[in-house]
Structures are given as C-alpha cells and as structure tokens.
C-alpha cells in the first residue's frame, strides 16, 4: 500500500497544528460558529443531532492492520467503543467531544492517516472497487490511480472551495463493486485497440433529489492523460455549476442543462489547452506508483476444497461470505458487518483490535472497507479458511448474509444525522427480525436492500433492487419503496411502488414484495431479472391491495 513521504507526512502535520489552533480559537469566542463551518468541514468534522461527528478519509478502501489498531485506539479514547463504515469506504465516530477532535487528528497523523476533505465542498475521499488488485475479472490495478487523483486533488487550490461536493470512484472490472455509475465522474479501466490501458470517462452521475446515471464523455482516455483530463472536467464545473441553489449545484444539473454533447465539446476544449502540461503522468511516474501496490509475496499453493468435512454453518459461510481469488490457493474473505442485533456498518473497538490480530496472522496485514459497508480480508490461504471463520464466529463477524436481503446499506438516519427525517437503523432491526430464516434468504438469491434517512441518499436507496427512504409527514416517519434500481453492471434507478408506508409496515410490506418474486421468478432468475422481466404492477397491486 501506498506509503506517505516527507511532503505527505508534513502537510497532515502542518494541517493537525492548523485545526488545534483554529478550534481553540473557536472555543474560546475568537471565531464565531460561521467563521469555523467551513474550516471544521475541511477536517471532515460535521455537528449532528447529538455530538459532533468525525470522518475519517480511508483512501479506496485500504487499511494496514497498524491504522485499523489506531481506529480502534480513537473509538476507545474518544468515542463510545465503536465506529461506523460508511458507502464511501471511510470511518465515521459518532460521539467525539469537540474539544477532543485535534488529539484525535494528531493520533491519525502517527499513522498516515486524517480526515482533510471528507466533508465540505471539495474532492472527497476516491472510492475503489474492494477487490482490487486481486479479482479474476480484473483489466487492471486501480489503487494506483486511486493514489494519483488523491495526491493531485488534495487541498487542490483551484478546487478546494466547488460549487458542490465532487466525487470519483474507479473501476478495474467490468462487474462494477464501486457504484461508479453514480458518481460525479466514473473511471472505468480498460484496454484500448492496441492493448493499451485507459480509463472510459463517466461524468454527471449522483443520487439525492436528481438521481441519475453518469453519461459516457469519452470511450477512452490514455492513463497518461489521466489527471488532466479530470482537471479539464473539474474546471468547467467550477466555472459553470450553479452556486446559487444548492439543489442545483451538483455537477449533473450542469451535464443536463448543458447537454451531454455541448458539455463533452467544454472539457475537450479545456482539456487540449493542458493536455500536455506537468500533468501528463509519465511511463516512469505510473510505474513508481505501481511499486506501492505490487502483488504481496504469495505462496505457490494448489487449490483446494476447504469445505470437506466441515460442518454446515462453515459451509453457509464459504458460500456467501468469501470469493474467488486470482491466485491458485488463496479466496478473499467478506467480514460482516451486518450481525442482525446491530446497526449495519458499526464494529466494535474490541472488534477492530481482534481483525487486526487476525489479518496479520491470515491476510498479509491488510483489512479492506467496502462500499457496502463491510469489510475484506483479501490474502487468506484456503488452508486457512476455517480458522478464519472460527474466530470470526468468536467476534460476531461471520453472519453469512453477503449479498442476501440482510446485507443491508443503511445511513446512520434520524438516530444521529441532523438532516436525516426518519429511523433507519431501526427499520434494519424490523427487517432483520422478519427475515431470520436463512434457508428463505438463500432461497430468495441476490438481493440488495439500500435505505436512506432522507433525500440526500446516503444510503444509496434509489439504486437497491429494493430502495427505502425515510420520509416526514406531519411529524411522523413513513416510508417510500422503489423496485429495480442497481449501481453494477448494467445501472438503473428503482421506480417507487406507489404511496409512502408506515414505520411498523414496512418489513412486512417487503415481505409481499417477495411473495410476488417467489411466484414469478423463472428458473436461476434473480430479483432484478424478475423485476426487470414483470415490471412494477404485479409488485404494487399486491403491496396495495388491502387497501383498495
């Protein structure tokens, strides 16, 4: 993994210092709460409903086992035992005293880590799909060029104050586990005509009010013009994004207003004017990036069936909690963060001390966070596979529910988030509680539930094969259901089923929704096939019936 240098190690220094005094200042009346906003933003430092809340940038997803022991340090010291992963691969604590925030900066900067831009109006945190580097279906590595846009846009003068929050995600497989379709620009990696490596350009994704699905701008770009292709892009919309409306301000309102095509002729006129400045990445320049993440030292190991033998629950846990690896002898391993008594995406101190433990002894002393609030063990032997699992099952972190209707996104909702307008966490528990039957989950196959507390769309609903979003009316929290939506592979937003749902009725409506799958799935086809396939009004006439 990526190592910081002297100039890396200085400037998180420099910015620890800088916040200590600017939130001394503030504590003590110098600056007033609209004069520290956007200097405690800039440090990924939000205040919620209850306390303060820190982000804390975990760049595409990777952690060395001595940053994850560093995690748990703050949630024990800091926190209330716990911290909690979010869609964007990072960690959040949801209770620091604000007085404590620059102790906490400073414990992060000991071990390569901060939380510069994980907030404000800026280039967040670049997301990676969580297999990289070690996925069969992999074009190419993208932790490299991850590293590359997150030394290129850090504290990026030009850049640090957009219209709206911007950001990219990047993917090396066609099977697309970083939802790079909704993002603001999408990098897809793959070979052009002569066998060369490039990226397809994706621009004007996102979620929130405006869902919608990034548009194609470029089929190909060479990876040496990588940086300033995205700068071109980054320039128009900071130059022509709305900073009137925030509604309005994102990036894909100006891809609409503009037209995809007139949009496109913008950036590659940019584009041809800095094209060949100091930005175009050298051979040499890739290349010394690429040593930060060459392949770990594996063993030359025959592939073997870790399953003979074991008993059933190991065998529920092989199958849906770990995947194929590209190299002979070894499987990735999903660690759940999905135990049914808990919020979806929280861990533990205790937790993150006993991975951290483990990954060194199984997984090369690496953890990786996915957007699907889980993490991975992506180097374990086969050999090792059920020792794994055992002290995974010790730590309440093997629930074999990857890719099941319980493997749930979830934002932290009404229960902490000051913007939120209803309960999510506990709407997880309701579902958890009514689909405890792991033979029907099995049975079910692939599904993916994604809820929100409100229209911000942290939890990613408009693109689960089963969305909710929390929504106020009068004071009370109801909830609207879509169908259909997917952020991989082939991308599409759910469509809502019809009115808005009670909070005690909405694992049971769920349930009526599968009943129409169950009856009218054909052989092998999934839930998004069969929506696909049957369209919305089957679903809707059975979810309303009782009440027409």
């Known amino acids: 993994m990526y190592r910081y240098d002297n100039i890396d190690q200085t400037l998180v220094a420099e910015r620890v210092a800088q916040f200590r005094d600017q939130t001394s200042r503030f504590l003590s009346g110098e600056l007033s709460e609209e004069e520290f906003r956007p200097l405690r933003l800039r440090n990924g430092l939000y ?14 997803g990777l952690l ?24 964007r691969q990072n960690i959040q604590y949801n209770w620091p005293k604000l007085e404590d925030v620059p102790d906490m900066l400073a414990d992060l900067a000991t071990v390569e880590m901060h939380a510069i831009q994980t907030s404000g109006n800026c280039i967040r945190n670049t997301t990676a799909d969580h297999f990289a580097g070690i996925a ?29 929050k911007f950001k990219i995600a990047v993917t090396g497989s066609p099977a697309d586990r970083a939802a790079s379709e909704v993002h603001d620009i999408g990098l897809h ?27 194609v701008i470029r089929d190909f770009l060479p990876r040496e013009h990588l940086l300033s292709y995205l700068e071109a892009i980054l320039r128009i919309y900071n130059q022509e994004g709305r900073r009137d409306n925030m509604y309005k301000a994102r990036i894909k309102i100006l891809v609409r207003a503009k037209g995809e095509d007139a949009f496109r002729d913008a950036v590659e006129a ?22 930060f993440f060459v392949p770990l030292p594996y063993e030359t190991l025959p592939n073997i069936d870790p399953t003979v033998g074991r008993e059933p629950a ?17 499987r990735a391993v999903v660690v759940s963060l999905k135990a049914p008594a808990e919020a979806p995406g929280d861990i533990t101190a205790e937790q993150m001390d006993a991975l951290a433990d483990l990954a060194d002894r199984v997984s090369s002393g690496q953890v990786r966070s996915t957007h699907d609030q889980n993490l991975v063990l992506g180097e374990v032997r086969q050999q090792d596979l059920y020792e794994t699992w055992q002290e995974l099952v010790r730590l309440s972190l093997a629930t074999p529910n990857i890719g099941t209707l319980t493997d749930m996104i ?59 979003l929390g929504v106020d009316k009068h004071g009370e929290e ?35 929704i599968l009943d129409v799958y169950v009856a009218a799935r054909q052989e092998e086809e999934s839930f998004l096939e069969t929506f696909r396939r049957i369209g919305v009004q089957p679903f809707r006439e059975r979810v309303y019936a009782a009440n027409h």
């Open 478 to 512: 109801w909830y609207q259901i879509t169908l259909g939506g997917s952020a991989s592979g082939v991308s599409s937003l759910g469509t809502v089923i019809g009115p808005s749902v009670g909070k005690t009725e909405v694992a049971e409506t769920i349930a009526k």
């Open 270 to 291: 940019e584009w041809a004017q800095i094209r060949d400045s100091g930005l175009k990445l050298t051979v040499a320049e890739i290349e010394r990036m690429r040593g």
């Open 64 to 87: 060395s086992t001595r940053q994850l022991r560093m995690l748990a340090h703050l949630a024990r010291k800091y926190d209330r035992n716990y911290g909690h992963f979010t869609t």
């Open 136 to 164: 069969p279906d992999e074009v190419d590595d993208p932790r490299p060029y991850c590293e590359l846009i997150r030394q290129w846009s850090t504290v990026h003068p030009e850049f640090n104050y957009l219209p709206r």
């Open 189 to 215: 990696l793959k070979r052009g005509p002569d066998g060369e490596i490039g990226f397809e350009v994706l621009v004007g994704g996102g979620l929130g009010r405006t869902p919608i699905i990034g548009k």
């Open 410 to 468: 979830c934002c932290p909702g009404l229960d902490f988030c000051s913007l939120a307008n209803a309960g999510s966490i506990g709407i997880a528990k309701q579902i958890n509680e009514r689909f405890s039957d792991v033979d029907y989950l099995y049975d079910l196959g692939h599904i993916e539930i994604k809820m929100s507390g409100c229209m911000n769309a942290c939890g990613h609903h408009h693109v689960g094969h089963i969305g909710i």
């Open 47 to 60: 205040i919620q409903r209850h306390a303060p809340m820190l982000r804390i940038a975990v760049p595409y």
């Open 314 to 330: 190991f065998l529920a846990w092989y199958r849906h909690n770990t995947r194929a690896h590209k190299v002979p002898g070894y």
